[in-house]
């Protein structure tokens, strides 16, 4: 019988050796004793990692993605208005006349935020947290947090970054024709975010947004964790 490595591994803190506990899936560990974060690739690999609206007791700390990235918008074709004009056919219409622009060449800076846990609408909850101005706080010195694990690596956070940049485009008031942009990453950190279960969904302290729990995968698992080792 052949065995996973993987799985028989027990995932020990590089920095302090305490034990790391998570998922099977979990690529994303904090070690509560020393404030170490890590993601385990094809080994541990330290990631900075920030508190952002801690909360209360009742709070629970999620992981989310901070990917900081230059997008340079190569074409953006919009139509501004449905164009009924089409019927005085005698010549081709320019694009222009026909309601097409193009815009926003050029290069600029962006933050995105999003789930480092998996769920079924990371895209969307991603261009909605796109716009949220998110500052982390000061951590006292010597506090712990109870952080729980994430399942996106950081490969994968910055392909999800270059669709929510897409999804930010999709979602302007305009009518798109086509997007082609391309996205430079500078840096990708961990957001440890306070949020708060609520009716089956997960609501990110003193915001709007909120997670349905039926929308991420292996909940139940992760709220678990949670209790098993309160903060
Ligand atoms: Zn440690």
New binding site residues.
């Given amino acids: 019988m052949r065995y996973n490595l993987s799985e028989l591994t027990l995932l020990?803190?590089?920095?302090?050796?305490?034990d790391?506990g998570g998922l099977s899936t979990d690529v994303i560990f904090y070690?509560?004793?020393?404030?170490?974060c890590w993601i385990s690739d094809e080994r541990l690999s330290p990631v900075d990692i920030e508190f952002v609206r801690v909360g209360g007791s009742d709070s629970i700390l999620l992981p989310f993605w901070k990917v900081d990235a230059s997008v340079t918008m190569q074409d953006r074709i919009s139509r501004r208005e449905s164009s009924a004009s089409g019927a005085a056919g005698f010549r081709e219409f320019t694009g222009r006349e026909m309601g097409l622009t193009e815009s926003d060449s050029g290069s600029r800076k962006v933050r995105f935020v999003f789930p480092a846990f998996s769920t079924n609408l990371i895209l969307s909850t991603g261009v909605r947290m796109h716009r949220e101005n998110f500052l982390p706080e000061k951590t006292e010195h010597g506090k712990r947090f109870r952080v729980i694990g994430g399942s996106v690596g950081k490969d994968d956070a910055e392909l999800l970054a270059r669709a929510v940049a897409v999804g930010v485009e999709v979602n302007r008031t305009d009518y798109l024709a086509s997007v082609d942009l391309e996205i430079e990453v500078h840096s990708a950190c961990i957001y440890a975010i306070g949020c708060t279960t609520h009716n089956n969904v997960i609501r990110i302290n003193g915001s709007k947004i909120g997670i349905l729990m039926a929308a991420i995968n292996d909940c139940d698992e992760m709220l678990k964790q949670n209790q098993v080792f309160p903060g």
């Fill in positions: 020990r803190c590089s920095n302090c050796g305490s790391l070690c509560s004793e020393c404030g170490k």
